[in-house]
């Protein structure tokens, strides 16, 4: 009798640890396990990692870039995260790796990568890094985009001895605010004397040089220095840290030019126009090239004039305009120039 409970209670067991088999391998099959003849089910989604030296917020370049990943989302279908550094260089590397081991696509802006992209970028062979602001040649999935910001900078300056304009006299002083002492900025400036002295070589710009891309009260403290100086308009190439400059014309009764993005909504009683450096075109662009195979693998991209890389911007049509159509249309037949190397613009980088 022993002996039949003991071959009874085996064999219930089999059947138990049978019955337990089968439900594991039906509850996972229809999700994990497909048919022989199925196809297993492929997320097709291009992922984007869009790292930031500083933060969103600034109404100038980092946002430029996110517009570009946000309008990438609506029309490419992509998904995306942001990384912040906030200025912090001990995040840098940390930030790259997170959006590499996130993404296939990391878009990467601002000059205090120039190190750590190269570095990273061959640690993440099936990554495609697109790194603004620079010229890098030479590895195969970085590819840099450069701007023409001296073409557009010459355009700005035609507006800065616009007498027209009610505020803006004969002086023969304008103003510049630097975020730093860069070749990027150097190449603003470039463009922006070079513009100024077109109209009349004996105007002087004055050129001043916050250090700091992030701080309004050093762009405040600058542009104050060059109004007092007899500059009636002052040209910000500073990041947020130009927001302080147009707080200062606004205190002084003095103009101001915005960078980057069409910054006259900021304050269009003080900002006569902004240069327009397309930042989220030339993001926005290159994602569509690596997700239909059509870059050029470890080469630079350039944005200028031709390219509709910079323009001018002069806010919206319900804002009060300092520019004329008349003068518009003057600063297109300059742009035509520039385009067909008529005018040759130097270059700062």
Known sequence: MKKKFIILLAVMLMVSGALVGCKKTDDSGAKDVPAANDTPAVDDVTKVGLVLAGGLGDRSFYDSSHEGVEQAKKDLGIEYKVYECRNDASLLNDQLVQASQYASIVAVVGH???DAVQEIAEEFPEVSYI???NEIEGIDNLITVSYAENEGSFLAAMLTTETSIEGIDENKLVGMVG???IPVIRNFQAGYEAGAKYIDPEVEVKTLFAEDFEDPA???ENATTLYSMGADIVFQVAGKTGEGVFEAAKEMG???IGVDTDQRHINPDVIVASMVKKVGKSIYETIEN???DKIEKGKVVYYGLSQDGVEMGYGTD???QFATEDMKAKLEDIKAKIISGEIKVPTGK
């Open 112 to 114: 205090e990568f120039y």
């Open 131 to 133: 790194y603004v602001d």
């Open 179 to 181: 975020g730093r002492d």
């Open 218 to 220: 050093k762009g405040k």
């Open 254 to 256: 003095k103009y101001a």
């Open 290 to 292: 690596i997700q239909n």
């Open 318 to 320: 319900d804002m009060a």
